[in-house]
């Protein structure tokens, strides 16, 4: 009983590693995540605003296995942010700055650990979209909605919790200058986010 005990674990315990695999081919993930914003007027870098809240992405990826367990993933995707950091209005500076939106292009850097776990950097490039609104000196609010074009870095990692579908962690952190309805100022904002996701391999 004992052996045929070993001989069934053993088998359970092959057939699990051959289920999962390293990381390669197509995948689509959706995400929940934290956004937080911080915005300074390039006016007044010390005054600074902020605000967070919770968004959610949709992601397409493409694994492609490179050497020594280290892969490369292109892909692309889109975020629905939905900060809004408002300032106290004043004669100059940036009073509220939207972060709607943003569509990026990217590359996990990843690092299969073992078949169940790979670790990995992000590096990218986003279209932002946003909506700042500022007061002039007679306090007469002027509005620029546009996209803004950042770089995007950050650090991931993800588990597999069956042959098809990955828990994903992932954190983010860009910086842009948004521009206002004044050529001489810009709104200076950091925007973080710090998400959880599930992705489908196929």
């Given amino acids: 009983m004992k052996k045929l005990l070993v001989i069934v674990t053993s088998l359970l315990a092959l057939t699990a590693s051959q289920a999962l695999a390293k990381t390669e081919g197509s995948s689509v993930g959706l995400s929940v995540f934290k956004a937080e914003q911080t915005t300074r007027s390039s006016l007044n870098v010390t005054n600074s605003f902020k605000d967070n809240n ?6 397409y990826k493409y ?29 100059t500076g940036s009073d509220r700055v939207d972060v709607n939106n943003r569509y990026s292009v990217r590359a996990d850097v990843g690092y299969d650990v073992n078949d169940t776990l790979a670790v990995y950097g992000v590096i990218g490039y986003s279209a932002l979209g946003a909506e700042v609104s500022n007061y002039n000196a007679s306090l007469t609010e002027k509005n620029n909605t546009h996209r803004n074009f950042a770089a995007l870095y950050g650090l991931g990692a993800k588990t597999a919790i ?4 990955d828990l994903t962690f992932e ?21 973080n986010t710090y998400g959880v996701g599930l992705a489908y391999n196929f």
Avoid: C, M
């Fill in 54 to 59: 919770i968004g959610f992405g949709l992601n």
């Fill in 63 to 91: 694994a492609i296995p490179v050497a020594y367990d280290f892969y490369v993933a292109p892909g692309v995707s889109y975020d629905r942010i939905g900060t809004k950091a408002h300032n106290t209005v004043t004669t």
């Fill in 162 to 165: 069956s042959k098809d579908f």
């Fill in 171 to 191: 954190l983010t952190t860009q910086r842009a200058n948004l521009q206002t309805a004044s050529s001489a100022e810009k709104s200076k904002t950091q925007l």
